[in-house]
């Protein structure tokens, strides 16, 4: 038995690492990936939620779709997939015309 | 308790190797320990009787999107992170917002985790891909079929953008 709030606070904790990092890194492929870990930690509140709703299933007042949450993430997991395809390739692309990784200097756009 | 000496453990996993991805300089080490905690979140995902989504989770996230990473950081022969000014916004607004908004999710589900309930360990015929295929390919069928064309789309993508202009 562990309470539910266990597990959203392990998601709470992993995202806010992942904004920390988001924030605070200067490398864009390391900015990448902590965006990958705020994924992560909000598939983990999904299927918390999921095996949280499957046991109230029964309970009156309860409407729910049993394992849509392992549904959602899964589909979650697909848009991950093709954001980090499309992401790694602008990366690249990046690279190319800037010759560098750091965000501070691909800063054209900035005013 | 087994149950719980083993989220503690693997939550412990998760946590450390999320903070080792923020503290390591070199990019390669910080995917390596985020490879770490899919692994471990996986094996959380078992304990709550997840057992597609640890499945998919190993396969997807920890194999191919992760020796994707490898790769580009590999290819573009990235070195140790530059230190540079960084953003003043994200220092003074940013962080001070975010360890607000932690405090305050953090104590709100501690303070109220009796309403929440508690999590049971995962019986292993919950999330059986039989399961989980069913309503994937019933209820859920539409938009899983337009994911199909957004993957579809973004493969183009990525050959357009990483094709070299010439």
Known sequence: MVPLSWYLVLSAILFCLGIFGFLLKRNIITIFMSIELMLNAVNLSFVAFANYWNQHAGDPGVSVVPLSGHVFVFFVMVVAAAEAAVGLAIIISVFRTRETLNVDRVNLLKL | ?166
């Open chain 2, 1 to 166: 308790m087994v149950h719980q000496i083993l989220f503690i453990v693997f939550g412990l996993i998760c946590v450390a190797g999320a903070i080792n991805l923020l503290v390591q300089r070199h990019p390669i080490n910080s995917a390596l320990s985020l490879v770490v905690v899919m692994m471990a979140l996986s094996l959380i995902y078992l304990l709550l009787g997840a057992e597609f989504v640890a499945a998919v989770q190993v396969i997807v996230y920890a194999g191919a999107i992760m020796v994707l990473f490898v790769f580009v950081i590999m290819l573009l022969n990235a070195g140790e992170e530059e230190r540079s000014r960084g953003s003043r916004i994200a220092l003074l607004v940013g962080v001070p917002g975010v360890i607000v908004m932690a405090g305050t999710v953090g104590w709100t589900l501690i303070y109220k985790s009796q309403h929440l309930g508690n999590v049971t360990i995962g019986s292993t015929d919950f999330g059986e891909t039989h399961n989980v295929a069913h309503l994937l390919f019933s209820t859920f069928l539409l938009p899983f079929e337009i994911t199909s064309v957004l993957i579809l789309i973004a493969i183009m993508g990525a050959v357009v953008l990483g094709k070299r202009e010439g």
